[in-house]
């Protein structure tokens, strides 16, 4: 089945860049998000990439997709301390189940 | 309202008793999912409902668990004889497409569930 896999903790410092990180299995992944989860909130999605770019800028995030590695990186620039939260990769294909599958979440803790 | 919204939001249970969850979409939305996530984890997909159909139920982990949408708008979910490893967050998501949308999900808050 399909297996998504992250880093479990990131800490930088307010205005530093943060690389998140993930990896997945499924060769036939059609999207690829990143979603972000604050305390005692819902997952708000950030943004996706469709799986036949490389790259997608976002202003203050950029998403690079390495297909043939199954590598997904989210970048943000100047990270703020409203950046603090958890981060999680998913994604779906047309195959298969058609819902997302979500990796276990990257926590980001930025350091004013 | 604007968003989807689940009821109740937290929800504290005894082992072996009966609980339903309740999930409102955002209106217009015809893709309904179930996920659940523990501690420490990633969402993990239970079911997905495709107006009043569940086009996919293959992440209920046992036949305690079942979910309906009779109307095609609110979901409910069900749990029977619950387990202590039952407790986690029950998240709820809409979209307004199904099958081969661009995947964008909304979601709720959450029920927290705690079986005792």
């Known amino acids: 089945g399909e297996d998504v896999e992250q880093s479990l903790f990131l800490s930088v410092r307010e205005g530093d860049s943060s690389v998140i990180n993930c990896t997945y299995t499924?060769?036939?992944?059609?999207?690829l998000y990143w979603y972000k989860q604050e305390p005692g909130a819902g997952l708000q999605l950030l943004t996706y990439i469709f799986s036949n770019m490389d790259m997608k800028q976002d202003q203050r995030l950029t998403v690079l997709l390495n297909k043939k590695d199954k590598h997904l990186s989210l970048r943000i620039a100047d990270t703020q301390t409203g950046d603090s939260a958890i981060y999680f990769c998913a994604e779906i294909s047309d195959t298969g189940r058609r819902a997302l599958t979500f990796g276990s979440g990257t926590r980001l803790q930025v350091q004013p | 309202g604007a968003g989807v919204s689940q009821t109740p939001s937290n929800k504290v249970t005894e082992k072996g008793k009966y609980v339903e969850l309740r999930c409102d979409p955002i209106?217009?939305?015809?893709?309904l999912y179930w996920y659940r996530q523990s501690l420490g984890q990633g969402p993990e997909f239970l079911i997905y409902f495709q107006g009043t159909g569940a086009a996919d139920d293959s992440g209920l982990p046992n036949d305690r668990f079942f979910a309906v949408r009779p109307e095609g708008s609110v979901s409910t979910l069900k749990i029977q004889r619950t387990e202590r490893g039952d407790s986690a967050v029950y998240l709820c998501?809409?979209?307004?497409?199904?099958?081969?949308?661009?995947?964008?999900?909304?979601f709720g808050e959450g029920s927290r569930l705690t079986v005792l």
């Open positions: 998501a809409s979209s307004p497409k199904g099958q081969g949308n661009t995947g964008e999900l909304f």
């Open positions: 499924d060769s036939s992944s059609t999207y």
């Open positions: 209106s217009g939305h015809t893709a």
